[in-house]
C-alpha cells in the first residue's frame, strides 16, 4: 500500500524534476518526512548521504528513501517513480525529432527554467541544513566543501569519505 | 557525465562533440536525472528503441546493485553508534555537495536582476515558507519562462 502511494507522488513530483533530482528533493522530503512520517528527517538525510557514495547517477538516493520505507516493493516504486517521467520525454523527444536545442522557445524554456531550478538546489541545501543536525562543527565541514568543490577539482566521494572518517573519529 | 562523455565521445566516438552537447541541452530540460536521459537519447540515436533501452539499463544497473546493498547495510546496521557518526559526517558534506552545486549553477546566470529574482522568489517560497514545491513550479516555471521570451524579442 505504502509502495503505491508511494510511486504516484513520486512519479508526480519527479515529472517536474527539470534539472536533476535535487530540484524536487524539498517534495519528497516534506511528503516523506512531515505528510506521512515515514522517516525521521534524521533519516532521509543519512539515505541521502548515502546515495551520494555511490557511483554513477547520484539521483540513486531516491531508490535508497524507497527501499527503507517499503523494502523492495518500494525501491522499485521509487526507482521508476524516478526514471519514468525521464524516459517518456526522452523518447518523446527523439520521436519528435526535437533536435534543435537553439530554437528560440528552448532557449527561453532553458534560461527560463535555470533560476528556478537553482532557487529549488538552494531550498535542498537548506532541507539538508536544518536536518542533517549541523553544530559549528558541521557547518564548518559544509563551508569547507563548499570551497573546495567551487576552487579545485576533487573528487567528491573523497570529501565524503572524509566526512565519514570526521564522524568516526568523533571530530563532529 | 564526466565520464559519459569521455566514453561516449573520446573513447568510442559513437557521438561527435556537437552532438553530444546537442542532446545534453535537450537532456537539461527533461525531468529526472540528466545523465541517464542524455543517455537514453544517445543511445536511441545509436541503435533505436533497443539501443536506449540497453544504455539506459548500462547506465544504472551497476550502480542500483550498489546502492540496494548501501540501502540493506543501512537498514541492518545504521542505528549502530559507529555508522551514525559516520553519516553524520558524510551528511554534514552531502549538504556542501548540494549548496556548491546550486552556487556552482548560479555563477552562470547572467547579471540581471530577474534571474535572480526568481532564485530568491523559489527559495522563500519552497526553502524558508514551504509552500508546495508543484504549486510554486506551476505559477513560478511558466512566468520565469514567459519572461524570458519576452525579453528576447526586445
Given at each position: 500500500?505504502?509502495?503505491?502511494?508511494?510511486?504516484?507522488?513520486?512519479?508526480?513530483?519527479?515529472?517536474?524534476?527539470?534539472?536533476?533530482?535535487n530540484?524536487?528533493?524539498?517534495?519528497?522530503?516534506?511528503?516523506?518526512?512531515?505528510?506521512?512520517?515515514?522517516?525521521?528527517?534524521?533519516?532521509?538525510?543519512?539515505?541521502?548521504?548515502?546515495?551520494?557514495?555511490?557511483?554513477?547517477?547520484?539521483?540513486?538516493?531516491?531508490?535508497?528513501?524507497?527501499?527503507?520505507?517499503?523494502?523492495?516493493?518500494?525501491?522499485?516504486?521509487?526507482?521508476?517513480?524516478?526514471?519514468?517521467?525521464?524516459?517518456?520525454?526522452?523518447?518523446?523527444?527523439?520521436?519528435?525529432?526535437?533536435?534543435?536545442?537553439?530554437?528560440?522557445?528552448?532557449?527561453?524554456?532553458?534560461?527560463?527554467?535555470?533560476?528556478?531550478?537553482?532557487?529549488?538546489m538552494?531550498?535542498s541545501g537548506?532541507?539538508l541544513?536544518?536536518?542533517?543536525?549541523?553544530?559549528?562543527?558541521?557547518?564548518?565541514?559544509?563551508?569547507?566543501?563548499?570551497?573546495?568543490?567551487?576552487?579545485?577539482?576533487?573528487?567528491?566521494?573523497?570529501?565524503?569519505?572524509?566526512?565519514?572518517?570526521?564522524?568516526?573519529?568523533?571530530?563532529? | 557525465?564526466?565520464?559519459?562523455?569521455?566514453?561516449?565521445?573520446?573513447?568510442?566516438?559513437?557521438?561527435?562533440?556537437?552532438?553530444?552537447?546537442?542532446?545534453?541541452?535537450?537532456?537539461?530540460?527533461?525531468?529526472?536525472?540528466?545523465?541517464?536521459?542524455?543517455?537514453?537519447?544517445?543511445?536511441?540515436?545509436?541503435?533505436?528503441?533497443?539501443?536506449?533501452?540497453?544504455?539506459?539499463?548500462?547506465?544504472?544497473?551497476?550502480?542500483?546493485?550498489?546502492?540496494?546493498?548501501?540501502?540493506?547495510?543501512?537498514?541492518?546496521?545504521?542505528?549502530?553508534?559507529?555508522?551514525?557518526?559516520?553519516?553524520?559526517?558524510?551528511?554534514?558534506?552531502?549538504t556542501?555537495l548540494v549548496l556548491?552545486n546550486?552556487?556552482?549553477?548560479?555563477?552562470?546566470?547572467?547579471?540581471?536582476?530577474?534571474?535572480?529574482?526568481?532564485?530568491?522568489?523559489?527559495?522563500?517560497?519552497?526553502?524558508?515558507?514551504?509552500?508546495?514545491?508543484?504549486?510554486?513550479?506551476?505559477?513560478?516555471?511558466?512566468?520565469?519562462?514567459?519572461?524570458?521570451?519576452?525579453?528576447?524579442?526586445?
Amino acid at each position: 500500500m505504502e509502495a503505491g502511494s508511494l510511486f504516484v507522488r513520486f512519479f508526480i513530483l519527479c515529472t517536474f524534476a527539470v534539472g536533476g533530482l535535487n530540484t524536487v528533493m524539498p517534495g519528497l522530503f516534506h511528503y516523506v518526512v512531515d505528510e506521512q512520517g515515514w522517516l525521521t528527517a534524521r533519516q532521509f538525510t543519512d539515505l541521502y548521504a548515502l546515495g551520494q557514495a555511490a557511483p554513477g547517477p547520484n539521483a540513486l538516493w531516491v531508490t535508497l528513501i524507497g527501499l527503507q520505507i517499503a523494502s523492495w516493493q518500494g525501491a522499485l516504486a521509487a526507482t521508476l517513480a524516478m526514471l519514468l517521467p525521464g524516459i517518456l520525454f526522452s523518447l518523446l523527444m527523439v520521436t519528435l525529432q526535437a533536435r534543435n536545442p537553439n530554437a528560440p522557445f528552448a532557449i527561453a524554456f532553458r534560461r527560463g527554467l535555470a533560476p528556478v531550478a537553482i532557487g529549488l538546489m538552494f531550498s535542498s541545501g537548506w532541507v539538508l541544513l536544518r536536518s542533517a543536525g549541523h553544530d559549528w562543527a558541521g557547518l564548518a565541514i559544509t563551508l569547507a566543501t563548499v570551497g573546495l568543490l567551487l576552487r579545485t577539482k576533487l573528487n567528491p566521494l573523497l570529501l565524503l569519505a572524509a566526512g565519514a572518517l570526521a564522524g568516526a573519529s568523533g571530530v563532529v | 557525465m564526466f565520464w559519459v562523455r569521455r566514453a561516449l565521445v573520446h573513447r568510442h566516438r559513437w557521438v561527435s562533440d556537437g552532438e553530444f552537447i546537442e542532446l545534453l541541452g535537450v537532456a537539461q530540460v527533461l525531468p529526472g536525472p540528466v545523465a541517464f536521459n542524455l543517455t537514453l537519447m544517445i543511445g536511441h540515436r545509436l541503435a533505436g528503441y533497443r539501443g536506449a533501452l540497453a544504455a539506459g539499463a548500462g547506465l544504472v544497473g551497476a550502480p542500483l546493485a550498489l546502492t540496494l546493498a548501501l540501502g540493506i547495510g543501512y537498514a541492518h546496521f545504521g542505528t549502530l553508534p559507529i555508522v551514525q557518526s559516520m553519516l553524520r559526517g558524510m551528511g554534514f558534506v552531502a549538504t556542501g555537495l548540494v549548496l556548491s552545486n546550486a552556487l556552482g549553477l548560479s555563477s552562470a546566470l547572467p547579471r540581471q536582476p530577474v534571474p535572480w529574482l526568481f532564485v530568491a522568489l523559489v527559495f522563500t517560497a519552497v526553502g524558508l515558507l514551504h509552500v508546495p514545491l508543484l504549486l510554486v513550479m506551476a505559477t513560478l516555471g511558466p512566468c520565469a519562462v514567459a519572461l524570458t521570451w519576452a525579453a528576447r524579442d526586445r
